[in-house]
């Protein structure tokens, strides 16, 4: 696998273009809707090649000499360290700066702009995580290295709508056909809002389970059913466990509440426990973005259709398919 040195001229000429099925070189990755299914297939695909990759050899040295930026200015654990696993593996160096953007003159008043022209004098992309939905989109706007969307609040969260997606290829064998239950707080949950979008490419069902002032927002369902979806909603797991070939359970998510006593409401809205699970189908999978905080109970992890820590692990395939296809050419 050789590699195409970019040079940040040749980004500038590419950002925006639409991902045609193998050129994610120089693109910034902000939303789901930048896919098709051809493209997917494809990153897939590379994905694969990487967890090969890694089982056999651990590391490559593909893009030895590139260096991306993680910035985070919220919390994360899976995403920034599989990042940068990615990085790593790849051969690669990381800027991290996902420990707190308070160690950083984030604190000091620098502007999202600033920030992001600053990191781009010293890397090749940049990873952006912040509260506010369209931040990634205006770093892309100022950024002439790409952009990849780490999640911009209750917005998007592409990369994991990827993983989750390559997840559930890997555990069924297929995405048509499937019915495929979003359970939690499909309001504020960004990974739901990407995830949903990614299936609606595909023919499946969906059925959306939460309690009433976490639905999903109308535009997103009416989105679903435009692109001729069927569409369920629900506020009971038990409804739709005996069906559903994926579980897709999420953590309520707090700091999005205003109002702190309608989060204490809900919060404990859901627990998918080992009697539970004796009502779903032999094949099929639980999954979770996580973290959890008590949606899933820790009695359900040695059940074989607990995918959640499988998930996680196809998180850091999934990255580095991605950076090896945005900073270079994996396949020449
Ligand atoms: C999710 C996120 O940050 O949106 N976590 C993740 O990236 N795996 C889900 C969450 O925080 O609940």
Do not use: W
């Not at 820790?298 to 995918?307: G, T």
Request: glycine share 8%.
């Amino acid at each position: 696998m050789g590699i195409d040195r970019p040079g940040k001229f040749d980004f500038i000429a590419l950002k925006g273009d639409p991902i045609q099925a193998s050129n994610f070189y120089g693109q910034d990755i902000l939303s789901v809707s930048q896919f098709t299914r051809e493209s997917l297939a494809y990153i897939f695909s590379v994905a694969e090649e990487m967890r090969e990759m890694v089982q056999g050899m651990g590391a490559t040295d593909l893009l030895r000499g590139y260096v991306l930026a993680c910035l985070f200015y919220e919390p994360s654990t899976r995403t920034s360290s599989s990042f940068i696993a990615a990085m790593e593996r790849l051969g690669g160096g990381v800027i991290p700066i996902t420990q707190g953007v308070q160690y950083s003159s984030v604190s000091k008043g620098e502007s999202l702009p600033d920030t992001i022209r600053t990191l781009e004098q010293y890397a090749d992309a940049i990873v952006l995580r912040h509260p506010q939905v369209g931040a990634a989109k205006v770093a892309a706007d100022y950024a002439h290295v790409p952009i990849i969307n780490a999640g911009d609040g209750t917005g998007e969260h592409p990369t994991q709508a990827l993983l989750d997606l390559f997840t559930i290829r890997e555990e069924l064998g297929k995405i048509d056909g499937l019915r495929v239950a979003m359970v939690g707080d499909l309001k504020y949950g960004r990974t739901v809002h990407s995830l949903t979008r990614l299936l609606s490419m595909y023919d499946v069902e969906i059925f959306l389970v939460s309690p009433e002032i976490l639905r999903l927002p109308l535009d997103q369902a009416n989105d679903l059913r435009d692109k001729g979806i069927r569409v369920r909603e629900t506020y009971h797991v038990a409804d739709v466990i005996s069906t559903v070939d994926v579980l897709y359970v999420t953590r309520v998510q707090k700091e999005r509440f205003a109002d702190l006593s309608q989060y204490e409401e809900v919060r404990d809205f859901y627990e998918i426990t080992p009697d539970l699970m004796k009502q779903a189908k032999e094949r099929m999978i639980i999954m979770h973005p996580l973290p959890r905080v008590g949606e899933i109970h820790y009695a359900v992890d040695d059940d074989p259709r607990a995918a959640y820590f499988r998930q996680m692990r196809n998180g850091m395939y999934i990255r580095m398919a991605l950076l090896a296809e945005v900073l270079g050419k994996a396949r020449q």
